[in-house]
């Protein structure tokens, strides 16, 4: 089992930054990768990034390439997502999550074992 507890989400304006962060605990030797997730009011759950536990490779959506960036802090076994330019089609609950089978997709929600709580993130115009 792995445990993934995000935090740092909030309400902040168009064009502010927020930097949000995930801590694991538990069986973290067994992570392949770890990423973040996001769900709108009436949406499907929807992939934002992810980075690769062993070499630090990054993957993102298309909707926030040069915006968003995640990066690890392997000691800690933390995981974090800065976010800058937010605009108000990034609020959504964010997700933390961890996938450990290697064969799985890196940008489906089914390829990841275990998950957050999630965290608010509310932009305003």
């Known amino acids: 089992q792995v445990q993934p507890v995000e935090a740092g989400g909030g309400l902040v304006q168009a064009g502010d930054s927020l930097r949000l962060s995930c801590a694991a605990s538990?069986?973290?030797?067994?992570?392949?990768?770890m990423g973040w997730f996001r769900q709108a009011p009436g949406k499907e759950r929807e992939f934002v990034a992810a980075?690769?536990?062993?070499?630090?490779?990054?993957y993102y959506a298309d909707s926030v390439k040069g915006r968003f960036t995640i990066s690890r802090d392997n000691a800690k076994n933390t995981v974090y997502l800065q976010m800058n330019s937010l605009k108000p089609e990034d609020t959504a609950v964010y997700y933390c999550?961890?996938?450990?089978?290697?064969?799985?997709?890196?940008?489906?929600?089914?390829?990841?074992?275990?998950w957050g709580q999630g965290t608010q993130v509310t932009v305003s115009s």
């Open positions: 538990g069986r973290t030797f067994s992570t392949d990768y």
């Open positions: 980075i690769k536990w062993s070499d630090g490779s990054t």
């Open positions: 999550a961890v996938k450990t089978v290697k064969y799985l997709l890196t940008s489906v929600r089914s390829g990841y074992d275990y």
